[in-house]
């Protein structure tokens, strides 16, 4: 039996879980034969979308959209002005995201040049349709009816051209006979499959691995059963993520069996959706274990993407808590026995052999884990060495004793997520999420002891509850904001809360006092988990809630990113967490006891010398100067921007080769006061830097000539970006 397996095409390194851009840099158009032949789709197609043709060709569209009168973002207009800078950075991108040990500023300075990429291919190569850097094309895959209509039609599916040169190929020369659809259903790998029932409506597609952290088609079975459109397509659904159950199938198949005999499927047959019965098993210890390739292009990076293992510590267990009215995680588990937490000693055996091959961090990816379970991994970890750093997750409880703390710190662990979700009290007990022991001292308390053990507590928040007030919501941020401060260790990402469909919160939303609910599409087509949904009494926004939040990030935790990034704080941490980034930053904290992110030196007693990923453009005179002569900076290293007159671009090209602070002070007669004050600014945006032997093989870019700049402007879509003063003052923030 012939065998294809279809991986789709998401976001770059999966969504910045397979960081390898040694891999992105060598995936070759597939081959017939090999089941897995296209498991490089997605590194193939950012390959093409990340080619230096690519991106110079989108320079050179912006060149020709942008026409007077037209507002845009700084960096596009650092995009006319010096194209060969701009393609440099978002060719150098992947590069820098794969050495995590770099630091915060780093992947902010690659992810940043992407989000700009993908902001300008957007506008000017692929609208209507939007790029983005965690899921692709922006396209509905949460409707099997869009999804038939869409996937082999040119003109409504971006991927079809592409698909068509790489991937039809290898499913046309040889039709496979059983073909596993992997990953949640993508128009990507939706229209393979419709290809291949044009080629050979006998081979039969079955969907597996599509859970992911928040997301499983087991959660949606009730509207499965009833989605005609989705299997016209597909086959077969596995809903569990064992690898015995799609065993299972191949040999029923191949035997020519009923499809009935194999357990944890969803099927169809004669026109009927049927579904087996659920059958509980145990999963094997390394069910889940992902360890990179190691790589000698990565040799001398402080700590590469291909030194983060990842796993389930407890792959035969669930959320221990399970009494969260938004949540529907253990939806995903049907097939697991609950709590099954045993064995701390072969995990530990486990991390000693990964730590021998190689690996030197591991994330885990399992639920809430209890207290005493991970205090006794923790002995078992001290017991062997401690072979890695890692991370985990659990819940406030009041069975993390000091000693527990203590244990896991001294055990290598450098980050636990806690689901604190809020700060306000009525909303924690509207969400189910704590027993009457629960506090904020409580919490507080936690943190100290984490703290002091150089653990960094990390908290998952949600916003936008329903019912959930502005006061209400300002508590979160008042207690994450002294939490931060006092307890710089602390992290914490805030979400937008998204009704899922199998929580309890949904099932008795009039209790909660949910008025309107919003589907994408109809309930029969829907592939989703999360549907929208409103409260007369509290109306829901999730355009302000969005912006709100990341403000909030980029204050608390961000301090040294430009005011109005292009890529959204959220975002940035979201993908450094998938990265494991996050991890590794502190790791480096701890090490240290510095957990806050300092501001950008500079040393008056050195030479300095202008970034070399600078653009200087002007003069011209709109924006913040109206009656002056002015011009605009923008830096490719650390992607601020600022407007200054003609005095401060004067310091800036006497600055173009190595200065001393008394030379540009004798050479523009200034005072030393005031050039400090401006040479200290400048240096806090990362404009101006000692770095004096990396500047010297480039120098920065001075361009004279008055075009059509409107200097800091956002698009009209987004709010205006503020211009940063020169008199800005550095500031500490903790690390994400």
């Not at 869409?150 to 039809?168: D, I, Q």
């Not at 009833?226 to 159950?245: E, G, K, R, W, Y």
């Not at 030479?607 to 900076?633: K, L, N, Q, W, Y």
């Amino acid at each position: 039996m012939r065998q294809l397996f279809l991986y789709p095409i998401t976001g770059i390194f999966n969504e910045c879980h397979d960081v390898d851009p040694v891999a992105l840099e060598q995936a070759a158009p597939p081959r017939v034969g090999n089941p897995h032949a296209l498991k490089e789709l997605n590194n193939l197609w950012w390959q093409e979308l990340l080619s230096e043709s690519a991106v110079r060709d989108a320079a050179g569209r912006l060149a020709e959209w942008m026409q007077p009168g037209v507002e845009a973002p700084a960096a596009w207009d650092a995009i006319r002005a010096d194209p060969d800078k701009f393609v440099a950075e978002v060719r150098a991108a992947p590069q820098r995201l794969v050495d995590l040990g770099a630091g915060p500023r780093s992947a902010f300075r690659a992810l940043e040049a992407l989000q700009v990429y993908a902001n300008v291919h957007s506008q000017v190569v692929s609208k209507p349709f939007e790029l983005s850097l965690q899921e692709g094309y922006v396209v509905n895959e949460l409707s099997s009816l869009a999804l038939l209509r869409a996937s082999l039609n040119p003109s409504l599916n971006p991927y079809y051209n592409f698909l068509s040169r790489t991937a039809f190929p290898v499913i046309e020369q040889e039709p496979p006979d059983l073909v596993w659809l992997v990953g949640r259903i993508r128009l990507s790998t939706f229209a393979m499959a419709m290809r291949l029932k044009q080629i050979n409506p006998a081979s039969h597609v079955s969907v597996v691995g599509h859970s992911s952290e928040y997301y499983s088609l087991n959660k949606i079975t009730e509207y499965l059963r009833t989605n005609a459109h989705l299997f016209s397509v597909v086959d077969s659904i596995v809903l569990d993520d064992f690898d015995n159950t799609p065993r299972y199938l191949r040999e029923a198949l191949e035997a020519g069996d009923d499809l009935s005999s194999v357990p944890n499927l969803m099927y169809v047959h004669g026109g009927a959706v049927l579904e087996t019965g659920y059958v509980t098993m145990d999963r094997a210890l390394d069910a889940d274990l992902r360890v990179p390739q190691q790589r000698r292009e990565y040799d001398s990076m402080v700590a590469p993407a291909s030194v983060v293992a990842e796993t389930r510590l407890w792959p035969a267990a669930q959320c221990y808590w399970n009494n969260c009215n938004f949540c529907g995680i253990n939806r995903r588990y049907n097939t697991l026995p609950k709590n099954s937490f045993a064995s701390e000693a072969e995990r530990a055996k486990m991390m000693r052999d990964l730590a021998d091959g190689g690996a030197r961090y591991l994330w885990s990816v399992d639920e809430a884990i209890p207290p005493i379970n991970l205090g006794v991994l923790a002995d078992e970890l001290i017991n062997v060495g401690v072979p890695l750093i890692w991370e985990t997750r659990s819940k406030i409880d009041k069975n993390f004793s000091a000693e527990i703390c203590a244990k896991l710190g001294a055990a290598g662990l450098r980050e636990i997520r806690l689901g604190l979700e809020s700060g306000n009290p009525r909303v924690l007990a509207s969400m189910g999420k704590y027993g009457g022991e629960w506090s904020l001292s409580t919490v507080e308390d936690l943190v100290s002891r984490f703290h002091q053990a150089g653990v960094s507590v990390h908290f998952p928040t949600i916003i936008g509850y329903p019912g959930e007030t502005e006061d209400e919501r300002r508590d979160t941020y008042q207690f994450l904001t002294y939490l931060v401060k006092k307890y710089p260790s602390v992290t914490f990402n805030i979400n937008i809360l998204g009704l899922d469909v199998s929580s309890k919160l949904f099932q008795e939303y009039e209790h909660f006092g949910v008025t309107t609910l919003r589907w994408p599409t109809q309930a029969k087509y829907f592939l989703g988990n999360l549907i929208d949904w409103d409260c007369e009494d509290t109306p829901f926004n999730y355009e302000a809630l969005d912006a709100e939040r990341n403000d909030f990030m980029r204050q608390t935790l961000y301090p040294w990113m430009p005011a109005n990034p292009a890529i959204e704080p959220y975002i940035f941490y979201r993908l450094t967490e998938t990265s494991r980034a996050t991890m590794v930053w502190k790791a480096q904290r701890a090490e240290t006891g510095d957990w806050l992110e300092q501001p950008l030196p500079i040393d008056l007693t050195k030479p300095f010398v202008i970034d070399p990923a600078m653009v200087v453009m002007g003069p011209f005179s709109r924006g913040r100067f109206d009656d002056e002569v002015h011009f605009t900076a923008y830096s490719w290293r650390t992607h601020h921007s600022v407007e200054c007159d003609e005095y401060a671009t004067s310091v800036l090209r006497q600055l173009q080769s190595p200065r001393t602070f008394e030379e540009v002070s004798d050479e523009l007669a200034i005072e030393p006061v005031e050039l400090k004050e401006l040479i200290g600014a400048l240096a806090t945006m990362g404009m101006v830097t000692n770095d004096v032997d990396a500047s010297s093989p480039s120098r920065a870019t001075f361009t004279d000539r008055p075009l059509r700049w409107a200097a800091l402007a956002a698009p009209a879509a987004r709010r205006r970006r503020e211009s940063i003063a020169l008199s800005i003052q550095p500031r500490g923030g903790a690390q994400s």
